[in-house]
Every structure is written in structure tokens, then in C-alpha cells.
């Protein structure tokens, strides 16, 4: 299968503690994306890399929140300092470089539980 | 500012009845319109989109979609629906400009009983 991957498929985690998720787009995609959804609502932006560039993050993203893609291939976003308000999907997407007509093709998920 | 609204929660279905799942949507400018299935335990999978040009969309397992301008609308159907397409349904909405998120409705969920 050479569709998006994302390790790993679940994490619980200590609040305060740190976890970094990983995400492997379809290997020809420039375009990278990372999505949060909680129970009962849809997927919400979060940021987004062209190649290794992090063009743009959305508000949700908070200072405890980064994400890094540092050879334009694979993806890592890392939560600080976890709270109970951090459990949810993460989603990773990706696609071709093209306009924004161009569909995102998303992994399973890795969904997190801080107790 | 762009969303989306899917009024519906939850539709039902009998097998091989028509199935149609309601999508309306805010943007500024013109829309790119896309749909998306999610079943239990798998990540969200491309269904259709809406681009430009002819306003029915067709797509993947046989659905379709609708682009309605003067509505804001995007409805998904599928003239005769199957117990496998018991799912998660969301619709998305990127504006026609370099904005490459998706903002997604909060979804509808589909169950189609045999």
C-alpha cells in the first residue's frame, strides 16, 4: 500500500508529557497537511509544508504544538506538554503540487488519549 | 472566511433507495467542493469534487454530487444505495485561490439497512 502512513496508530500519554506523531505522505506529494478531529466533528486545519517549507498554521496550532518536515519528505508533529483538551485524531494528508482544486488523500490517523 | 454545513447528523436508509446527503457551503469567491467518506477505523477517503465546469460531479462507488451556485449547495446522492455505503460523510470547501486547507463540515452519518 503506498498510501499515506502515520505512526503510530495510537498513543496514550501522561498529561504534561511530550509525544511526536509521524507522518509518511504518498511519495510523490510535495503538498503535506496535518488535520485535528474530535469526536463528533470534522477534521480541522492545522498547518501545512510545501516540500520542507511550513507555509501556513492555523491558530489552533498553539506554541506547545510544532511540526517540522525537514528533508521535504516525511512529517513529525510534536505536542509539549499534553493536556486532557489534546485528546483527539490527528490526521495527516497529502497531494500533488497543483491548484487548490487538487484532493488530499489522508492517512488512517493516529489518535491520541491524554488521562 | 470559508465553512461548511451539513444539516443532517444522521440519514437512513433502505438498501436500494436513493441516497442523498446535504451539504451547503460559505466562501468568498468561487469554491472548490470536495467529499469524503470515513469508515470505522480507516482515514478519510476521496469521494468527488467539484472544480468548474459541468455542475454534476461523478465519482468513486458510484455517487455524485450536485453544484448548485444560487443554492450554495453541494448535495451527494447515489440513486441506489448499498449496505457497505454505511459511513461518515463530510463535505469540504477550499476557496479558488493558493489557500491549499479544507474546511470540513461537521459530517453525516449514513446507515443504509438491509
Known amino acids: 500500500d503506498t498510501g499515506v502512513s502515520q505512526n503510530p496508530r495510537h498513543k496514550i500519554t501522561k498529561r504534561g508529557q511530550n509525544v511526536t506523531f509521524r507522518c509518511d505522505p504518498i511519495s510523490e506529494h510535495n503538498r503535506l497537511y496535518w488535520y485535528r478531529q474530535t469526536l463528533g466533528q470534522g477534521p480541522e486545519f492545522l498547518t501545512y509544508f510545501q516540500n520542507e517549507a511550513q507555509l501556513e498554521k492555523s491558530r489552533l496550532l498553539s506554541d506547545r504544538f510544532s511540526a517540522e518536515r525537514p528533508k521535504g519528505s516525511f512529517s513529525t508533529l510534536e505536542i509539549q506538554r499534553t493536556e486532557q483538551g489534546d485528546s483527539a485524531m490527528y490526521l495527516c494528508?497529502?497531494?500533488?503540487?497543483?491548484?487548490?482544486?487538487?484532493?488530499?488523500?489522508f492517512g488512517q490517523g493516529t489518535r491520541l488519549t491524554v488521562v | 472566511a470559508q465553512s461548511v454545513a451539513q444539516p443532517e447528523d444522521q440519514v437512513n436508509v433502505a438498501e436500494g433507495n436513493p441516497l442523498t446527503v446535504k451539504c451547503t457551503y460559505s466562501?468568498?469567491?468561487?469554491?472548490?467542493l470536495f467529499w469524503y467518506v470515513q469508515y470505522p477505523n480507516r482515514g478519510l477517503q476521496f469521494l468527488l469534487k467539484?472544480?468548474?465546469?459541468?455542475?454534476l460531479v461523478k465519482g468513486s462507488y458510484g455517487f455524485e454530487a450536485e453544484f448548485n451556485k444560487s443554492q450554495t449547495s453541494f448535495h451527494l446522492k447515489k440513486p441506489s444505495a448499498l449496505v457497505s455505503d454505511s459511513a461518515l460523510y463530510f463535505c469540504a470547501v477550499r476557496r479558488v485561490t493558493n489557500d491549499y486547507k479544507l474546511s470540513f463540515g461537521a459530517g453525516t452519518t449514513v446507515t443504509v439497512r438491509a
Open positions: 494528508a497529502s497531494s500533488l503540487t497543483g491548484g487548490a482544486g487538487t484532493e488530499a488523500f
Open positions: 467539484y472544480i468548474t465546469g459541468d455542475n
Open positions: 466562501v468568498s469567491g468561487n469554491p472548490y
